[in-house]
């Protein structure tokens, strides 16, 4: 069969991705979004943009052999792969005012959505959460991502559709992120350590069915609560969007867990569901690529 890209697309899910995004070179560097290295960030932006649809939209296929060019149909056979990563995506990068890097990213504009919001730049995820509940009942995928994050796992979504499947729409699986290097002795960090129980005692109860067990691909997997929910992004499916979108919380501003960016990822999600991740013996069955090494190989000293 012939290669037709958007065949998956038909009947496919859709997902709604929104990435917060500001860049300020003459920042306080406090944040990679108020230091002096555009370049970096423009790149890791369009990393991030790529990644969801390479490994999770249906422009993929399999060179099946090659022919003689010809004009308008290129040169190959190419056979569609990948169903279960046929997804309709559109992503919105919203903004604020002037102080970003959008015209200098390297993917097509297609790829994405160039939406300018109202906001102070702390607080631009707070202005995604409105554009998601904006769209309620059109997606089946709500999610969120901080601009310098990676997927890299075509089945990203599939695992956390089986997760809801088999533990309910209560319970809400988030990826570690990690950072990647080549250095001696570690190759690979996972960064979202836990922090002090009570830090977020408030709004979380740990103990509440602190674990959750079952098996995957016939191997035994575990999921844990972590004191430290925090991993800058967020997946919800529709019922689950619905039911965040619907608390009497939800848009309040509220800022109080670590700051305005780590609460606009985490703590609606946070207050309103009980948050798992993998656990250690099996932390990479669902993880992110944290673009920016802030950890490995610069706080983190190994020698």
Not at 46 to 57: M, Y
Not at 66 to 76: D, F, I, K, T
Not at 238 to 259: H, I, N, R, T, Y
Request: charged share 20%.
């Amino acid at each position: 069969n012939d290669f037709a890209v958007h065949d998956f697309a038909k009947n496919s899910v859709k997902i709604l991705v929104t990435i917060p995004h500001f860049h300020d070179a003459s920042g306080n560097g406090a944040y990679g979004s108020t230091g002096p290295e555009s370049a970096r960030r423009a790149e890791a932006l369009s990393h991030t943009i790529a990644g969801i649809h390479q490994n999770l939209g249906p422009r993929q296929a399999f060179l099946y052999c090659l022919h003689n060019h010809v004009p308008g149909r290129g040169n190959g056979r190419l056979v569609k792969v990948n169903e279960q990563a046929g997804a309709s995506i559109d992503i919105a990068v919203c903004t604020v005012g002037d102080k970003h890097l959008v015209e200098q990213l390297s993917v097509p504009k297609s790829m994405f959505h160039h939406q300018t919001v109202t906001a102070d730049p702390m607080m631009i995820g707070f202005a995604c959460q409105r554009i998601l509940q904006a769209h309620l009942g059109k997606y089946d995928f709500y999610c969120y991502m901080e601009d310098d994050l990676w997927i890299g796992d075509p089945y990203f979504l599939t695992k956390i559709s089986w997760f809801a499947r088999s533990f309910g729409d209560e319970a809400v699986l988030l990826p570690h992120r990690y950072e990647l290097g080549t250095a001696e002795p570690l190759h690979k960090l996972y960064i979202d350590g836990p922090v002090r129980p009570d830090f977020t005692a408030q709004w979380q109860n740990v103990e509440d069915r602190r674990t959750l067990e079952s098996e995957f691909l016939g191997a035994p997997m575990a999921f844990e609560r972590w004191t430290n929910p925090h991993s800058g992004c967020f997946f919800l499916n529709a019922a689950q969007m619905e039911k965040w979108a619907s608390s009497p919380g939800f848009l309040d501003g509220d800022c109080s867990f670590a700051g305005p960016l780590e609460s606009a990822a985490s703590l609606g999600v946070m207050k309103n569901f009980r948050i798992y991740k993998p656990a250690y013996g099996n932390a990479g069955f669902l993880e992110i690529r944290h673009l920016h090494n802030r950890y490995l190989g610069v706080a983190l000293k190994t020698s």
